[in-house]
Nanobody, 126 residues
Framework: QVQLVESGGGLVQAGGSLRLACEFSGGTFTNYAMGWFRQAPGKEREFVAAITWRGVNTDYSDSVKGRFITTRDNAKNLVYLQMSSLKPEDTAVYFC???????????????????WGQGTRVTVSS
């Protein structure tokens, strides 16, 4: 059974940076595209970023484009989300997810993902 474990969340001031990591286990990492989503209190889970299995193609929401970068290390079964120029509106629980849809572009909808991590909280203070 595929398992995903996020790490790297925390409290940061506006304008700061954080790097989230997600460790994949229980399957073949390169069989999956990987995505990042976030959910703020009282709001629906929303797409943040995604990356295809080889790491060649990425996609970002308009709200994070130019500030966030997702990468993956297929040798270590890890996917990362480097977040820069953080804003208070980036405050949320961040989830990584795995999708068996491996064609480009990577999927960006919640229903297209098969496995989810438990989430890591990011708080950006103003």
């Amino acid at each position: 059974q595929v398992q995903l474990v996020e790490s790297g969340g925390g409290l940061v001031q506006a304008g700061g940076s954080l790097r989230l990591a997600c460790e994949f286990s229980g399957g073949t990492f390169t069989n999956y595209a990987m995505g990042w989503f976030r959910q703020a209190p009282g709001k629906e889970r929303e797409f943040v970023a995604a990356i295809t299995w080889r790491g060649v193609n990425t996609d970002y929401s308009d709200s994070v484009k130019g500030r966030f970068i997702t990468t993956r290390d297929n040798a270590k079964n890890l996917v990362y989300l480097q977040m820069s120029s953080l804003k208070p509106e980036d405050t949320a629980v961040y989830f990584c997810a795995a999708s068996a849809l491996v064609a480009a572009p990577p999927p960006r909808f919640v229903g297209q993902y098969d496995y989810w991590g438990q989430g890591t909280r990011v708080t950006v203070s103003s």
